[in-house]
């Protein structure tokens, strides 16, 4: 016991603060991946969090945080700060204040530069702003001030064998700053011409601090906006429940019900955890989980859902799951998780990221030298205004962002349509599905049989009656279907005298002093009834995927009544659908080819995989698989569990079982097929997302880098561009939370 007890496997989520960019991120994660026991380590630089996986006996949380802490930044238990956002917000207050201050010493800078140009000559600028001490006191606060995140950064980096963006900045700026101030002092010391200042390049330093400083304050708000679908899935919780303790009605905060309590949910109240109805019957509005429009009934027996809304009648329910536990909040970690993990694409920036800065460097020194020793002999000023341009030009901020801006906001927006990605990997590999293989019962048909067909040879309505009370005393599911439907017709039942059931025949009842038989053509022949005109039509019923049952009252034909599992009302859209994004749809059943064909072609299929046994329907993927085909499996019951699993990608129906939800890659709250067209949409939409912004963070930096070698971009307007750079990669992934799919 003990053994398994130290090697028993955990995950947790660490709040991180204090990176810069995703060199940052790399360092965490490869420090972590080294502590012995941690399996694995994730970390996400937009979402600002780290993913772990750890043996629990081998390392504990507090070692991470130290080791964490060790690289130079903060960790914290997520669960335990329960303040991401408030962190947030007070980093962006921080940002915003060191903006300001940066701005106002740094306009005079700014002033003073335009005085450098032959076309700016009418512009007035004062004297005070040309004197070199002057431009040292304005300097040095957003320097060592403003800038003091940068050279902390620089120093943790460095100290740790790496470097980030941070080290870019730190040169340039150190470089434009310093080279500044002595030329400041020599110009003091010789008192050469004591009203003809020097050429500076405080302005340099002070107006890229400032400009790096407004895209990180940009970035910020930005990534606080890409967390906009966890923030309004929690918004739906509600804050106080009315539970009942010993006899007394106590209005508390949901926080404080405990499993078991009975909860008084009123006319327009949110239900507050999941549970069990007692008593009542009202409505309740489920769209905000599932995406189904319409209210749907609950009467005692029926389970209600944390968050929904109940909207007439009073329901009294025993709460069954609160907390962590209800179907609110595991939707939350999956959102949370899928956008905190990696998808594949992202290595490719991580590795890029990783060795993108020393690269750099070597660029600026090597510019340098050619500049100072060939291009321009002797102009050290000149030379260092070119290797500064490329240092700040070259920083792989928009690198690190492209690909968890985009999956954060494609699984954000995912989530608001109900399709809930488990990971980041999952949402990427959507993308390539060009099979998608469906389940009949519960997938493509609604998984509960109603009754269809009524054809009676005398009085409709008493036909029904009759037959409605002497399948009422059956349990079979079939039976079940046909008193709801005569129900449904308002058609009161009788009593009945007496009833049997024939197991492989049907029933015997006895109704109002008439024998009623329904059943199979085996149990009209065992007593005796003349049925073989209605034959003909149970045939046609039968090639429809119904199932028929021949009606005898009084040893005499009566009718037919026939149930069938109907096809949900948007599956023949959503197969229109698929096949218009270009992949092929198979259905798959263990029923027989000919009610499996039926259904199939109500909705469009022409592909059809029958009377396969559950563990078969595994195989059946694999076989596709083989062909060279990504494979989606869609299902919904514990049978299709391991076709789910073997797939590319598993969906599973989200009003199906919790085994088939556990074991898929990607859940389906509204319980129909538009959600599979619409996964696959939002992936190929993501990917695009991705690739948009991989591509331009790249061609950026590849095309940014040879125009400041070549002298012709000023280290300012490399500041800039390279600011704008970042927030043009979050605003790009922003547009995915605006994202429509057709319906």
């Not at 980030?164 to 030329?183: E, H, K, P, Q, R």
């Not at 519960?442 to 009759?466: Q, S």
């Not at 409605?468 to 008193?483: M, W």
């Not at 025949?505 to 005109?533: F, N, P």
């Amino acid at each position: 016991m003990e053994q398994s007890a130290a090697t028993e496997s955990k995950q947790t989520t660490l709040q991180i603060t204090g990176m810069t960019c995703a060199a940052c991120a790399n360092r965490i994660e490869k420090g972590l991946g080294k502590l012995p026991g941690v399996t694995s380590a994730s970390v996400n630089f937009a979402m600002e969090t780290a993913r772990v996986e750890y043996a629990s006996g081998q390392v504990t949380i507090a070692d991470m945080e130290n080791k964490v802490e060790q690289l130079g930044y903060k960790a914290i238990p997520r669960q335990e700060s329960g303040n991401a956002e408030e962190s947030r917000s007070k980093e962006v207050r921080n940002q915003q204040r060191k903006l300001a201050i940066s701005a106002i010493l740094s306009f005079p800078l700014l002033w003073s530069m335009v005085a450098h140009f032959s076309f700016t000559s009418w512009i007035y600028i004062p004297d005070l702003f040309m004197n070199p001490w002057v431009q040292l006191i304005l300097a040095t606060p957003v320097q060592f001030y403003v800038g003091r995140q940068f050279y902390a950064g620089a120093y943790k980096a460095l100290r740790n064998g790496s470097a980030n963006m941070d080290v870019l900045v730190s040169l340039g700026t150190s470089a434009a700053y310093f080279y500044s101030f002595y030329l400041t002092l020599d110009w003091y010391a010789s008192r050469v011409g004591m009203h003809q200042e020097p050429s500076l390049y405080y302005e340099t330093s002070a107006i890229l601090i400032t400009l790096v400083i407004m895209g990180k304050l940009f970035e910020s708000l930005a990534k606080g906006r890409t967390s906009e679908a966890i923030k309004s899935l929690m918004g739906l919780q509600a804050k106080t429940a009315l539970v009942v303790r010993n006899g007394e009605e106590l209005s508390i905060p949901v926080e404080q019900v405990i499993t078991g309590d009975i909860v008084l949910v009123r006319p327009g109240d949110k239900v507050p955890v999941d549970g069990e109805v007692l008593e009542g019957a009202s409505s309740v509005d489920e769209s905000m989980l599932t995406g189904e429009s319409l209210p749907v009934g609950k009467k005692p027996g029926d389970t209600v859902i944390g968050a929904t809304l109940n909207k007439n009648g009073i329901l009294r329910i025993k709460a069954t799951k609160v907390g962590k536990d209800t179907a609110l909040a595991q939707i939350i970690k999956v959102v949370e998780e899928a956008q905190g993990s990696k998808a594949p694409i992202q290595r490719v920036a991580d590795v890029i990221s990783g060795i993108f800065v020393p690269i750099v460097v070597g660029i600026a020194i090597v510019a340098f030298v050619v500049w100072y020793f060939w291009a321009t002999p002797g102009d050290f000023a000149g030379a260092l205004e070119k290797a500064i341009a490329i240092l700040v030009i070259a920083c792989p901020c928009a690198l690190g962002l492209a690909t968890p801006t985009s999956i954060m906001a494609g699984s954000g927006r995912a989530a608001e349509l109900g399709i809930l990605f488990k990971g980041g990997e999952h949402l990427e590999q959507t993308h390539k599905i060009d099979t998608v293989i469906l389940d009949k019962t519960g997938t493509v048909t609604k998984g509960k049989p109603e009754l269809t067909d009524v054809f009676a040879v005398g009085d409709e309505t008493k036909f029904l009656r009759l037959v409605g009370t002497a399948e009422f005393n059956s349990e079979h599911p079939l039976a079940e279907a046909i008193v709801a439907g005569i129900r449904l017709r308002n058609i009161e039942l009788a009593s009945t005298q007496s009833f049997e059931a024939i197991p492989g025949y049907g029933i015997v009842a006895e109704v109002e002093g008439e024998r009623i038989l329904i059943g199979t053509r085996r149990l009209m022949g065992r007593y005796g009834i003349d049925a073989a005109d209605a034959y003909g039509t149970m045939s046609t019923l039968e090639e429809a995927g119904k199932t028929a049952m021949l009606v005898a009252i009084g040893n005499r034909y009566a009718g037919i009544v026939a149930v069938a599992d109907t096809i949900k009302e948007t599956s023949r859209d959503a197969v229109d659908r698929l096949k218009g994004l270009g992949i092929q749809v198979i259905m798959i059943t263990g029923d027989n080819e000919r009610t499996a064909k039926a259904i199939a072609a109500q909705v469009g299929i022409e592909h059809v995989l029958a009377e396969v046994l559950p563990e078969g329907k595994a195989a059946e993927v694999k076989k596709l698989q083989g062909s060279g085909k990504k494979v989606a499996m869609v299902g919904d019951g514990i049978n299709d569990a391991p076709a789910l699993a073997t797939a590319d990608i598993g969906m599973a129906i989200g009003t199906g079982t919790d085994v088939a939800m556990e074991a898929a890659d990607v859940t389906l709250m509204r319980g129909d097929l538009s959600g599979i067209p619409d996964a696959i949409y939002m992936s190929r939409k993501t990917m695009v997302n991705i690739k948009q912004n991989l591509f331009w963070a790249l061609g950026y930096n590849t095309l940014g880098i040879p125009i400041a070698a070549i002298g012709l971009l000023a280290p300012w307007v490399a500041g800039a561009a390279m600011a704008l750079s970042s927030v043009s990669v979050v605003l790009n992934a922003l547009r995915l939370q605006r994202m429509n799919v057709r319906r």
